[in-house]
């Protein structure tokens, strides 16, 4: 099921968390050296997928305050000498 979601889905991130949180008990309660490693492999894997949707949510973020910025600055411009082509 799980390798049928998208990779970044919101779904898929948080049910590899739980996927996380259940090999790291395991880990513990067993003593259990493999369900710790896949445990790491997976937490490593799943913090680089939300770092990369965290930059691209910021680049966005950005992007649109820059156009706001822009359409502002043509509004003012517009505002203080009318006669200005748009």
Known sequence: ???RLD???STRLAYEQLLIDCDRLAAR???DVAAARR???LNRHTTLVRTVLARESHQRQRRGVRLLDEQRERFQRRRRDPGTPR
Request: proline fraction near 0%; charged fraction near 40%; hydrophobic fraction near 50%.
């Open 39 to 41: 445990a790491d492999d």
């Open 29 to 31: 309660l067993l003593d």
């Open 1 to 3: 099921m799980l390798s």
């Open 7 to 9: 990779e970044r889905a």
